[in-house]
């Protein structure tokens, strides 16, 4: 490999590792596995580069197979979010020994990271370090996934809920999980920067099992995102005749925001009328209200 000037960018005769060192990590093998290693480490600097073969047999068959359970679950742990810090690994799992723990993925997963505050895992080799750990304990990654989904929940980290969601292999799982983080924190994504991550749960629900709230946030994305109103405009009158507080003050909200998009003010006003939160700090209910004072600002009353 570094005849074929694969390690050259790294001065890889100077960084590759000794014996001892190797030994001192706890692995076996010879100089064909350190150049494994080192190579492994430019292609995760190197991220548009094609995916090399001998890199994934390397992986497999050397590195990953050289790892107890314990440590392969580490990895793997680590690379269900695509950065992982001392806080975030105990919510996935690893309670107080998590900066140990995580302390030993960096030391032995260092050419599979990039360079960052925290410990980020290399894109290309995030799903596949995650299926080795699934393949081998499939019962701790569904526990950790979770786990770590209600966590991050419970904690407020919407974005991440849905990005460890994202990432989940087993699409019947991955949908109950994506209704789950979706009832907790739709609004926030798609009121937020992280919009993209609604759109991701959306597409990772099973059709067949949808629901009233999924149709709600369907309607919300052409309405509030795409700007194509008039492809929600059905959905949103019969989501207007519903039972639940919530979802019909959510609703009209969003008739109010296609007719504000209309140019059709007064009808903008009916339905703000019929949008009333119990909850003054859910985030339809601030999409309410700035619905309704852009409504005033077009009258000329505010």
């Excluded at 597409?203 to 309405?223: I, N, Q, T």
């Excluded at 949103?236 to 909200?253: F, K, N, Q, W, Y």
Aim: hydrophobic share 50%; glycine share 6%; aromatic share 8%.
């Amino acid at each position: 490999w570094r005849s074929q000037g694969r390690l050259a960018s790294l001065n890889a005769h100077a960084l590759a590792l000794g014996a001892e060192e190797w030994r001192a990590l706890g692995f076996s093998g010879d100089a064909a596995d350190w150049a494994g290693w080192w190579g492994a480490r430019q292609a995760s600097l190197l991220p548009d580069a094609a995916w090399d073969p001998e890199f994934a047999a390397w992986l497999d068959l050397v590195w990953l197979a050289d790892l107890d359970d314990a440590s392969l679950a580490d990895l793997g742990c680590a690379a269900l979010l695509p950065e992982a810090d001392a806080e975030l690994f105990a919510l996935l799992g690893n309670g107080s020994e998590a900066q140990r723990r995580l302390t030993q993925v960096a030391l032995r997963a260092g050419p599979l990271c990039l360079p960052t505050g925290g410990l980020r895992l290399a894109s290309r080799y995030r799903p596949y370090l995650v299926a080795a750990w699934r393949e081998r304990s499939p019962d701790a990654w569904k526990n950790a996934v979770e786990t770590g989904t209600s966590r991050l929940l419970a904690r407020g980290h919407g974005a991440l809920a849905a990005q460890l969601v994202a990432g989940i292999a087993d699409a019947a799982l991955a949908s109950r999980l994506a209704a789950r983080v979706l009832h907790e924190a739709g609004w926030f994504l798609l009121l937020s920067r992280h919009a993209a991550l609604l759109r991701t749960l959306l597409d990772l629900m099973d059709p067949a099992a949808s629901g009233v709230e999924l149709k709600l946030f369907e309607a919300a994305w052409k309405v509030l995102v795409t700007r194509r109103p008039h492809e929600a405009e059905a959905l949103v009158d019969s989501l207007c005749r519903e039972d639940d507080p919530l979802i019909l003050a959510s609703a009209h909200a969003l008739r109010a925001s296609i007719a504000l998009q209309y140019d059709a003010l007064s009808c903008a006003q009916e339905h703000l009328e019929k949008a009333r939160f119990d909850d003054d700090l859910h985030p339809a209910s601030s999409l309410a209200e700035l619905t309704e004072a852009t409504t005033l600002q077009a009258l000329g009353e505010f």
